[in-house]
């Protein structure tokens, strides 16, 4: 038995293995006692660190303080000691369509170093973190897979949204209902949880799912509920046993897992800002991602979730279906079913058992929503390294395949007030740029802009390009992440009033209607647009920043 605890706290021991013999080996264990601890305990249980994204500004995380001290419980009951401690989590609501949209997607890296840094400065044991929203799921499997550690993620869950609680509830699709009350019913939330949609949040907690790094129908659980609780502290409970089996990410998050959860992002219509997560996830597992994989799995398989924006119903109705575990038993003749979970077991064996228990909401595969996958990549001369658009989410079908006139832009804001002043017309195709990682800088989501032209019925036929991005909530046309940047010279650059860019999801290509000897005449005489950044946090992610097409990471 002495052996196991020594073992469990290989990394906790290290505290005192070099001050043992010096007079300081006693004030470092007066300090960890005056946590309320004894040298007995400190000295034989192992320290599980509770990596709680918990604030008072954020819907999606506001709950997750019940949920760490549910965790607390398992763990202290399994026999660990528990340390919570909290790093920052974002809310893009609040920061939609105003300047504090650019230091959003940064939060990423801040907070994936910031749990490294915590972990490694205490050498903690093993970590169970708590997030729910976009950029901190992401985050979270970045620095789990960086530390190594045994790690389970605890997704926050979904929403309710106020719909749901209407007389006449069929869904929580907006085009379900004609009066404004109804469709602000459908994005307003009505309790803690990420928005009950399959935008980014819910997106990345069901890939945590998918890898394996969370316990079974955690992704869907609503956040408001018992189960969600009991989740929690059984996955307190189980980390104690990944300490005892050294089941760390890197024996499950392998390249296999993350085919998994690839495909699983392609079948649930998930965000496009996977398209810059799933990459960034890939680079600190050592692995080569090539944005074009999302074509390779969207052709085999099709998007079978009937979920918002790829369809009409929410993620609670996701959940009452049979959550992920049901999604992946129906994937299951793609999947590789020896991928290890953290519960000890192949994904195989987890979801062996599962069924779809409601197919309006996991459709068959031979009756999906979309035929194909919900994200895709095009390629042309507008976007030589790849622009994404969730082709599930375009309800109009003619609109799969456009050509129109560029109206351009150099901000969000401006296509904003082109709208009011109703110089925005049919037919034609907006063109947002120096909105990208660089250019922005921070790469801001548009949803601002998606979401007025959503409202403005006498604009159904327009097309929208940026080198920024979109929220997941985004339907129709829009076309985000186009690689290179402006910022950088990419041809979105130089692009100008008139010219004709063409549209072909089907034959996945964007391109301007320019010879490549009028493309190169143009930028003889370009200079990037320089906006004033006083944000010191900005120009440092600006200098570090890589291209869209490589999931925006840092480079050194």
Known sequence: MDDEKINLKRRSNTIFEGIKKTPFNYVTLGIIESLGLEDKEIHSKPFVGIVNTWNELNPGHKHLKDLAEAVKL????????PFEFCTVGPCDGWANGNEGMRHILPHREVIADSIELMVEAHRLDAIVTLSGCDKINPAILMAAVRLDI??????????????????????IEQSNYSDFDHKLKCISCATYGACEIM???NTIQCLMEAFGM??????TTPAMTRMKYLIAKNSGKQIIELLKQDLRPSKIMTQKSFENALMVDVAIGGSTNSALHLPAIAHEMGIEFDLEMFNEYSKKIPTIVNVAPSGDYGIVDLYKAGGIPAVLNRLKEYLNLDCLTVTG???GKVIRKMSVLDEKIIRPLEDPVYP???TVVLKGNLAPEGAVVKQSAIKDKKMLEFEGPALCFNSEQEVIDAIFQNKVENGSVLVIRYEGPKG???MPELLAVTATLMLKRDLDQVALVTDGRFSGATSGPCIGHVSPEAYVGGPIAIIENGDRVIIDIAQKKLEVDLSDNEISGRFKNWTPVEKVIKSRALLKYRNLVSSAAEGAIFKF
């Open 345 to 347: 077991k192949p994904i």
């Open 150 to 171: 045994p790690t389970i993620c605890v997704p926050g869950g979904p929403s309710f949204y106020e719909i749901r609680f209407t007389s006449d509830y069929v869904g």
């Open 214 to 219: 969370t316990l079974p129908n955690a992704a």
């Open 74 to 81: 398992g763990v202290a009951e399994a026999g660990g000691i």
């Open 372 to 374: 194909e996958g919900g």
């Open 440 to 442: 922005g800088p921070g």
């Open 199 to 201: 935008g980014t949040a």
